[in-house]
C-alpha cells in the first residue's frame, strides 16, 4: 500500500492523534501557527528528493532546472515582501541562520552581544550551553526596571566591550524594537547589526513592526511563526559583499543540501505573506493579543512591561501566586497549550518559573478575533483562578474550560478554512 495508514499504523495512529489535538485544542505558543495546507502540499512533493547544492544558475548537481525555478521564486517574493536587495532562503531553520551570519562575519573567541535568556532571548544568541555561547566571548544585556530593552545599557556594553557583532531581537519580547537605536550603536562600537526578527517576521511584512532592513547589516528569521510558513530559515540583507559571505557561510560553509520540498512551501508562504488578507490576519493578531493582555490583567495577572505591542505576552503569574509550570499543565488539561516562562529576575528555578508566554498569531489563522480571544481571556482566568485556590488546580473547572474550548474549536476548524 502507498498510504501511511495501511503502511506503518503505529507511525499514523501518532499523526493522526496530533491532528486531533492541533484542531481540538488552542494554540497559544507563540512561536507556531498552522501553516496552510498550500505550504503543506509544496513540502509534500517530489522535491523532496533533488539533491540541489550551490544556487539557482550554479548548482553541483544535474536536473535542477525546475528547483532553480522554485528556489528563485521564494528569493524574489521574500525580497519584496522585506524590501531586501539579497536573500537566502536556504537555512534549515534559524537556528542554522544564526550560525551562517556567525560563520560569514567572526572568528571564533570573538565578542558578541546578544540579549539575555532570561530577558528573553535565543540560545542562539550568546547563550552559555549553545555554540554562540561556547565559541564566542558572548555578552548580554536585558531588560530596565520598566520591563523594555535598557538601550542605555546595551550602549554602555558595546562602547566598553567592542563587540564584533551586536543581536536585536528576541523570542519572548512583547514590545516594539527600536532598531535605529541598535544601529546608532553598532556604528558607536563598530560592530555589526544583526536583527533576528524571527517572531515578528510576518508584523514586519505587513507594517505592524518597523522594518530592521534599514538599520541592520544582515537579518535573519525563521518562515513559521507569524510569517506562517514551513518550518526554516532565512537570512537577508542591502549589502552585495555581505551577501557573498552568506551564502558562502549557508552552503558550502554550514550546510549540505538544500531543502528543495522546504524552499517551495516558502515560496507558497511568502505569496500569502504578500497577498492584502495577510495584512488583515497580522492587524487581527495583535489587535486580538492586545484583548488577552487587558482581560488578563483584569483577571489579576501581570503583563511583564506593562501589555503588548505584538503578537506575544510574558504573563507574570507571581500577582496570582501561581507557578508557570502548574499554569501551563493546568491549560493544557484544558485544552489550551502553551508554554512556561521565566519572567525578569524569577525567582523560580527554569523547570518551574513565575510565568507563562502566550501568542495569538495560531488562533487567529484558525479564524479567532478579537471577541474569541477576550473569551480565551476568560477561560485562562477561570484556571489560574482555581490553581490560586489549590496548586493541584479543580478538575471540574478544568472540564468546563476544556468543553468552551470544543466549542471554540469546532467552530473554527484549521483545516476546513481557507487561509488566503
Ligand atoms: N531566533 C529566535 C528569535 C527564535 O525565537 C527562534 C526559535 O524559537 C530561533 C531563532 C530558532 O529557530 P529554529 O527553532 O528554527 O532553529
Redesign the pocket.
Same mark, same amino acid.
Given at each position: 500500500a502507498q498510504d501511511i495508514a495501511a503502511f506503518d499504523p503505529a507511525l499514523w495512529t501518532a499523526l493522526e492523534a496530533e491532528r486531533h489535538r492541533q484542531e481540538d485544542q488552542i494554540e497559544l505558543i507563540a512561536?507556531e501557527n498552522h501553516a496552510s495546507q498550500r505550504v503543506m502540499q509544496a513540502q509534500g512533493s517530489v522535491l523532496t528528493n533533488k539533491y540541489a547544492e550551490g544556487y539557482p544558475g550554479k548548482r553541483y548537481y544535474g536536473g535542477c532546472a525546475h528547483v532553480d525555478v522554485v528556489e528563485q521564486l521564494a528569493i524574489d517574493r521574500l525580497k519584496q515582501l522585506f524590501g531586501a536587495q539579497y536573500a537566502n532562503v536556504q537555512p534549515h531553520?534559524?537556528?542554522q541562520a544564526?550560525g551562517a551570519v556567525k560563520l560569514a562575519l567572526l572568528q571564533p573567541g570573538d565578542t558578541i552581544l546578544g540579549m539575555s535568556l532570561d530577558a528573553g532571548g535565543?540560545l #542562539?544568541h550568546g547563550a552559555r550551553p549553545a555554540l554562540s555561547g561556547k565559541w564566542f566571548r558572548a555578552l548580554a544585556y536585558g531588560l530596565g526596571a520598566d520591563g523594555r530593552i535598557d538601550y542605555d545599557r546595551v550602549e554602555e556594553l558595546a562602547l566598553a566591550e567592542k563587540p564584533k557583532l551586536i543581536i536585536a531581537?528576541?523570542?519572548a519580547y512583547s514590545r516594539v524594537i527600536d532598531f535605529a537605536r541598535f544601529r546608532a550603536i553598532a556604528d558607536k562600537a563598530g560592530a555589526w547589526l544583526l536583527v533576528?526578527m524571527?517572531?515578528i517576521a510576518g508584523l514586519v511584512a505587513t507594517g505592524h513592526h518597523p522594518s530592521p532592513m534599514p538599520h541592520a547589516h544582515v537579518v535573519t528569521s #525563521?518562515t513559521h511563526k507569524t510569517l506562517r510558513g514551513p518550518?526554516g530559515?532565512i537570512i537577508l540583507t542591502n549589502d552585495a559583499d555581505l551577501a557573498k559571505k552568506i551564502n558562502a557561510a549557508v552552503f558550502p560553509g554550514l550546510q549540505g543540501g538544500p531543502l528543495m520540498h522546504v524552499i517551495a512551501a516558502k515560496a507558497v508562504a511568502f505569496l500569502e505573506a504578500l497577498q492584502p488578507s495577510f495584512k488583515d490576519y497580522i492587524g487581527n493578531v495583535v489587535a486580538s493579543s492586545a484583548a488577552l493582555a487587558e482581560v488578563l490583567v483584569a483577571r489579576g495577572a501581570a503583563i511583564v512591561s506593562g501589555g503588548t505591542d505584538n503578537h506575544l505576552m510574558l504573563v507574570d503569574l507571581r500577582p496570582l501566586g501561581v507557578k508557570g509550570n502548574a499554569a501551563a499543565e493546568a491549560l493544557e488539561r484544558a485544552g489550551i497549550t502553551c508554554n512556561k516562562n521565566g519572567v525578569p529576575d524569577d525567582p523560580e528555578k527554569p523547570a518551574v518559573t513565575s510565568g507563562i508566554r502566550l501568542g495569538t498569531a495560531a488562533g487567529c489563522s484558525r479564524g479567532f478575533g478579537v471577541e474569541e480571544f477576550r473569551q480565551i481571556g476568560g477561560l485562562i482566568g477561570d484556571v489560574l483562578d482555581a490553581l490560586r485556590k489549590s496548586p493541584e488546580g479543580d478538575a471540574a473547572v478544568e472540564a468546563r474550560v476544556r468543553e468552551q474550548v470544543l466549542q471554540l474549536c469546532r467552530r473554527s476548524p484549521i483545516y476546513g478554512a481557507d487561509h488566503a
Open positions: 512561536s531553520s534559524g537556528a544564526n535565543h #542562539t531581537g528576541a523570542s533576528d524571527a517572531h #525563521t518550518r530559515g
